[in-house]
Structures are given as C-alpha cells and as structure tokens.
C-alpha cells in the first residue's frame, strides 16, 4: 500500500520504521504521540542499521513515552510520500504490530514527545501520516472490532 504522490525527477531516500497501534481495552481509544509542535503521529520510529523490528519499536517507545511495549501480531507494511521541514521529500516504509503499552520504567528521552490517549475516530482523523489512519484501520479489522 502507498500513499502519497511523488514528483518526477526528485529523488526521495527511503526510510524503514516500525509503528505500534496500541488500543485500550474497550478498543475505543488509540495510544499516540503529540509533538509539542502539534502533529500527532503512532509510537515508533526510524529502523536503524541492523535493528530487528521489534527491537526498534522497543526502543522508540522508551525515547518517546518512557514506557516498555509488549509487541503483538504484524499488521502490515505501507508507505507514505512525504516532504519533511526538516529533511526534505522521502518515503516512510512503515512497519506496523499490534501492541500493548507496558509500564513506565523511565522519562521519555524525547521530551518534545508526548503520550496522549484519543477516541480512535479522533486519532484517525488528527494522524499526521495517512498510512498511520491506514495502519489504525487494519489494526481494528484484526482485532475484531469496526
């Protein structure tokens, strides 16, 4: 699945993550991340050179909420074209797992990074990344609910 248009004749690096859709119990609320800055966006982040996919969803969970993550089954991979302030055009190849938030075993690393719950509809429509809402979506389908 991708999402996103590219412009012909720039080039756009890719670059891996791994992503946790993390529901509460009811099902009815989404675990994200809000940046200070507004965006709000699924726990997770950039695969480093060989970093195992959980062990890296393991990690960015600790540098972004301070929490451990308890990784469950794949959701599926999709990617998003994008054009990063900061970094320039890209593609995000996301990973994503069904999770479950673990305890909070130290301060987030990542202080601009904040945890947050929000009605999954909510959530859905604030993802800052449309594979993210894809990714929300899936994750629903497979755990049984709408």
């Excluded at 393991?58 to 054009?83: C, D, F, S, W």
């Excluded at 075993?105 to 429509?125: G, N």
């Excluded at 449309?130 to 929300?136: D, L, N, T």
Aim: proline share 5%; hydrophobic share 35%; aromatic share 8%.
């Amino acid at each position: 699945m991708k999402f996103g248009e590219q412009t012909e004749g720039i080039e756009y690096p890719v670059r891996k993550g791994v992503y946790a859709v993390i529901f509460n119990e009811q099902k009815d609320k989404l675990a994200i991340v809000q940046l200070t800055r507004g965006p709000v966006f699924l726990p997770g982040g950039g695969l480093e050179e060989n970093e195992f996919p959980e062990e890296c969803l393991k990690r960015e969970m600790l540098e972004e909420t301070g929490h451990e993550v308890v990784v469950g089954p794949y959701i599926g991979n999709a990617q998003q074209v994008y054009r990063s302030s900061r970094n320039g055009p890209a593609i995000n190849d996301g990973s994503f797992y069904l999770a479950a938030i673990g305890d909070k075993v130290q301060e987030p690393i990542e202080e601009d990074h904040h945890l947050k719950w929000l009605p999954v509809r909510e959530a859905k429509e604030r993802l800052f990344h449309e594979h993210h809402r894809w990714a929300v979506q899936e994750g629903l389908k497979s755990s049984g609910s709408k």
